[in-house]
């Protein structure tokens, strides 16, 4: 109930503050919210990056310790790596992301429904709704959906867990609808940090999601998955990193206690500068970029300070400047300290770091999938060339100096999409370009299996180094929603399991 009440008091709070339309106005408004659509749909996208508290927890921690994107900090290694049990940890996007982003973008839909001046809005809330709702079911499982919000306009307070395949299908029933709604004569999208209002865009997102959805589901639902698919990339998908889905964040204070967090800065730097000094990247991340000649590596990585050979010793030459932390590790027990191992840009550390939800290289990247099963026209190597060409140059929003379109053309000639090895292939692009956006890259993961992880071998990892398959639900949900809570758990194992799967992982 904290994280309700939280919420009610900054809408009380801010009834009186108008909307903003733009970053300067934005920092007068600290919180930027009324108790309107539009201040609710600003509040809604600054929490979706900027809640530190489960950028830190379910990002970085969880995802990005289970999918071996970072390795090295004490509680990545302790939890995500040897996954090992949180609670707070685990429920974090649960609480959070449900009480402060699912209930607004409703309140949204509620406030619009039926207004001829707010379609557009209406329609925008329903994209907004998959995007929030979808983070939170790929993470853990079956979750209330028709009926979440719906306390204080229904007085539905225990609401129903909706099967996951049932939410899938409402996802895209809301993507189609918001598709078809958002035309000129439907009113401005006011409050929006996302695309400025732009209709044009949010048509674009709304299908570029039913793309990215209807992949999630490939193996578990192949025909629908197509179907899907297909209707996606004929309504208008991104066609360039000018379509990408950003969140420009502001300098901004933050506190980890979730009363007292400040949404406007970047959650995942404000986690990465906090981090018990373990901003490192894993092995796996590092040795795939470093062998392969990728590009991205010095633009994700600095180079090392200490010889891996001797400690204290300067870089010895010829030696690689890039190393990470092996998954399982401490940064302390690395040979030679963590000095000779290869630390995360500083730009991506930064409160005004932007957060990139949706990307035209994701995009690619999954009609090169989509074309080698055969479901979309075009050559699955050339849809890969585009994707990885943009998942380089997207790197350019946070800071990073350009690569030269020479040596990202001698890459992309060196590594084309081979034979045989597709799904693998493009699954590792995909890793590759949701760092940052671990809790993608880990729903992506058990969707493929892709990419083979570092086993762990720790001897006390909690599951004998068996890497969890979904976050479990919070405790109190057997006191609060008994009955929905006992009926959702039937469908998924019997418990409140991390290794139970959720519906479309049949990898």
Not at 112 to 124: F, H, Q
Not at 450 to 456: E, H
Request: net charge negative; hydrophobic share 35%.
């Amino acid at each position: 109930m904290k994280f309700k009440h939280i919420t009610i008091a900054i809408l009380i709070l801010f009834t009186a503050v108008g909307c903003t339309e733009n970053f300067d106005e934005l920092e007068k408004d600290p919180v930027a919210l009324s108790a309107n659509p539009a201040g609710q749909l600003t509040f809604t996208q600054l929490c979706m990056s900027g809640d530190g508290f489960y950028q830190w927890r379910t990002n970085l921690i969880y995802s990005g310790g289970f999918v071996q994107h970072y390795a090295g900090a004490w509680n990545v290694t302790e939890f995500g790596s040897k996954f090992k049990k949180n609670d707070g940890y685990a429920t974090a996007l649960w609480r959070n992301g449900y009480q402060n982003e699912l209930k607004n973008v409703i309140d949204i839909l509620e406030k619009t429904s039926g207004e001829p001046s707010m379609v557009n809005m209406n329609a925008v809330a329903k994209i907004m709704k998959v995007m929030v709702a979808q983070r939170i079911t790929d993470i853990y499982g079956d979750i209330p959906y028709s009926e979440a919000g719906l306390g204080f306009s229904q007085g539905i307070v225990t609401p129903k867990y909706d099967k996951q395949e049932d939410i899938y299908t409402s996802f895209f029933k809301d993507l189609d609808e918001a598709n078809s709604q958002l035309n000129a004569g439907g009113g401005a999208i006011k409050g929006d940090l996302f695309y400025n209002g732009d209709i044009a865009k949010w048509k674009k997102l709304a299908n570029t999601l039913r793309l990215r959805l209807g992949m999630r589901i490939s193996e578990v639902k192949p025909a629908e998955a197509e179907k899907q698919v297909k209707a996606a990339l004929q309504a208008g998908v991104f066609e360039s990193n000018l379509d990408n889905c950003i969140m420009k964040h502001l300098d901004a204070t933050f506190n980890d206690d979730p009363a007292s967090i400040d949404f406007r800065g970047n959650g995942l730097a404000y986690a990465l500068v906090g981090n018990e000094n373990g901003d490192h990247f894993s092995t796996l991340v590092i040795d795939y970029l470093r062998d392969n000649g990728d590009p991205r590596l010095s633009m994700y990585a600095t180079p090392k300070t200490t010889s891996s050979l001797a400690w204290g010793a300067p870089v010895q030459p010829g030696e690689s400047l890039y190393e990470g932390v092996k998954p399982g590790l401490f940064q302390w027990e690395v040979p030679m300290g963590a000095s000779s191992t290869s630390g995360i840009q500083d730009y991506f550390k930064k409160k005004t770091t932007p957060f990139l939800h949706v990307s035209y290289s994701e995009t690619q990247l999954l009609l090169a999938e989509a074309a080698f099963r055969g479901w979309v026209a075009g050559s699955a190597a050339d849809y890969y060339k585009k994707g990885v060409e943009a998942g380089i140059k997207q790197l350019e929003i946070y800071g990073a100096t350009p690569a030269s379109q020479a040596s990202i053309n001698t890459y992309l000639t060196a590594k084309p999409l081979v034979a045989g090895k597709e799904k693998e292939q493009i699954a590792t692009q995909l890793w590759i370009t949701y760092i940052f956006n671990s809790i993608e890259a880990y729903s992506n993961w058990r969707r493929t299996g892709f990419p083979k992880l570092i086993p762990i071998t720790n001897s006390d990892s909690e599951t004998g180094g068996v890497t969890p398959t979904r976050l479990y639900y919070p405790n109190d949900e057997a006191q609060k929603n008994e009955v929905n809570y006992a009926e959702a758990l039937s469908r998924m194992g019997g418990t409140n399991d991390w290794l139970n799967k959720v519906w479309w992982d049949k990898n």
